[in-house]
T-cell receptor, first 116, second 113 residues
Framework: EAQVTQNPRYLITVTGKKLTVTCSQNMNHEYMSWYRQDPGLGLRQIYYSMNVEVTDKGDVPEGYKVSRKEKRNFPLILESPSPNQTSLYFC???????????????FGPGTRLLVL | AQSVTQLGSHVSVSEGALVLLRCNYSSSVPPYLFWYVQYPNQGLQLLLKYTSAATLVKGINGFEAEFKKSETSFHLTKPSAHMSDAAEYFCAVWGAGSYQLTFGKGTKLSVIP
């Protein structure tokens, strides 16, 4: 089954304790992205990756890191989480922008993070 | 720069009534436009998308949207609401040549029996 998976689905942590949220897709997509969703603010992009070893900042990158060592995986790293990073996080993937076409993004089920 | 405005953070309709969710976009180049739906405690699912082919786009679950360049709008409609349509709906724009999908703030649809 074609899908984007995220782990963990729920996480409670404390301020300053490093954490990683994993994201994996099995559709051979070049493009991957992380979003955070907050009430009243919609989805805001944190980082995106056009392909392996190619990443760039989205609209709200502060406090986050990413890496893209393999095509299928795009982990989100919070080196020193703070309470304002409490949010619902989504990973998404799509085929690339070849030919100028913008492909549909497929979303994972979400990771709900609470930072105390 | 590109942006999306969704008018109305909450919309309530009666079961069987017309659903109209509004979306206006701002883009310096012809955009690609999407509507996504999020059911409670789930991820986002594509409803439909406009990619410069037909201006009237039909999606899943009986939804459709019309691209109106002169009004910079891409409103979502459904002739007859069903209880199962209760969800949050997001409009998104991807400007041609951009590497980002920009979302609106969402509209939560409630369907009253």
């Amino acid at each position: 089954e074609a899908q984007v998976t995220q782990n963990p689905r729920y996480l409670i942590t404390v301020t300053g304790k490093k954490l990683t949220v994993t994201c994996s897709q099995n559709m051979n997509h070049e493009y991957m992205s992380w979003y955070r969703q907050d009430p009243g603010l919609g989805l805001r992009q944190i980082y995106y990756s056009m392909n392996v070893e190619v990443t760039d900042k989205g609209d709200v990158p502060e406090g986050y890191k990413v890496s893209r060592k393999e095509k299928r995986n795009f982990p989100l790293i919070l080196e020193s989480p703070s309470p304002n990073q409490t949010s619902l996080y989504f990973c998404a993937s799509s085929f690339g922008l070849a030919g100028g076409r913008q492909e549909t993004q497929y979303f994972g089920p979400g990771t709900r993070l609470l930072v105390l | 720069a590109q942006s999306v405005t969704q008018l109305g953070s909450h919309v309530s309709v009666s079961e069987g009534a017309l659903v109209l969710l509004r979306c206006n976009y701002s883009s310096s180049v012809p955009p690609y436009l999407f509507w996504y739906v999020q059911y409670p405690n789930q991820g986002l699912q594509l409803l439909l998308k406009y990619t410069s082919a037909a201006t009237l786009v039909k999606g899943i679950n009986g939804f459709e949207a019309e691209f109106k360049k002169s009004e910079t709008s891409f409103h979502l409609t459904k002739p007859s609401a069903h209880m199962s349509d209760a969800a949050e709906y997001f409009c998104a724009v991807w400007g041609a040549g951009s590497y980002q999908l920009t979302f609106g703030k969402g509209t939560k649809l409630s369907v009253i029996p």
